[in-house]
Every structure is written in C-alpha cells, then in structure tokens.
C-alpha cells in the first residue's frame, strides 16, 4: 500500500489544507507556518516510506513556475531534521526544492509508514517543516496564489 500522507499544524491537532499568508511587506519575512507532514498517523498498519522527500513551491496551476513568487522564490522553509536548527532558512520556488526528513528514526531524506499510535513521543513517521514568505525588494504587489508541493516516491 502506497503512503498514507496528511498534513497537520504545530501542535499535530488539525489539518492544514490553506496557508492564508495575509499582507507581506518586501524583505519583512511573514509570520511562520509549521506544518508536520504525517505518513499513516495513527494507524495500526504498515503502508510504505515516502522516499526522497523534498519540497518546493509552483504556480497556481501546480505545473508550472514562471509566475513570481515560484519564480523569484518568495518561499523561505526551514527543516529543522535536516537543518540542525529553527533558524537556517532556504529559499524554494520551482526546481530549487529542499530535501525533508522525518524528525527521528531515519538517516535518509524518507517519513516512515509503519504502524503507529499518532502520538509525537511514539513516532518516527513525521516530519516538521516550517515556512514563510520573504518577498524581494523589487516584488509587484498583489494577490498572489501559488502551491507548496511535497514530492517523493515509493516502492
């Protein structure tokens, strides 16, 4: 069975499906978003890895990248499993994507499927991300929409 992924906000309690980011003042970095990425939370089953995980940001349409904030990469993510901190910033928009990893259990860039209770304390199948919005000096103003993108592969 392939991976059972769900995203829920800091604290594990709700899913995250919208990031209403609100006003971004260029170069003031917005407000931060965490997302724990789950793989079969809560489960009493095995599914498989997500393997080689990484995340990126896209077009509106999800196909494409040339629209600004994909483009001039206005997304800045912070992994703390990989970074080594909450504090190291990276800049992600089209093919510059950053490699993810569940917090504990693994040594490559995967969130495990196994069989869980859901808990934090008990799991090596999640894996936290944090992101913001970091316009540049010279950004045009207005709406803006755009997606985050979570890839990997499984066998």
């Known amino acids: 069975m392939g991976p059972s992924i769900s995203l829920y ?5 709700e899913l995250v499906s919208r990031w209403e980011v609100g006003t971004v003042k260029a ?7 965490t997302i724990n990425i789950w793989n079969n939370k809560g489960q009493n089953y095995d599914v498989s890895d997500l393997k080689d995980c990484s995340m990126t940001v896209y077009d509106s349409s999800g196909t494409t990248y040339t629209e600004d904030v994909a483009r001039d990469k206005w997304v800045e993510i912070n992994v703390p499993a990989v970074d080594g901190d909450s504090i190291t910033w990276t800049r992600i928009g089209g093919t510059a994507s950053k490699s993810i990893r569940a917090n504990a ?3 490559d860039f995967s969130i495990q499927g196994t069989a869980n209770d859901g808990t934090v304390s008990n799991s ?3 894996a936290t991300v944090n992101l913001r919005i970091n316009a540049p000096i010279n ?7 755009f ?4 890839t990997g592969y499984y066998t």
């Open 9 to 13: 906000n800091a604290d594990h309690s």
């Open 27 to 33: 170069q003031e970095p917005s407000s931060v978003l």
């Open 105 to 107: 259990g693994v040594s």
């Open 124 to 126: 090596a199948n999640f």
């Open 139 to 145: 950004s045009v103003p207005g709406n803006k929409t």
């Open 147 to 150: 997606k985050v993108r979570l």
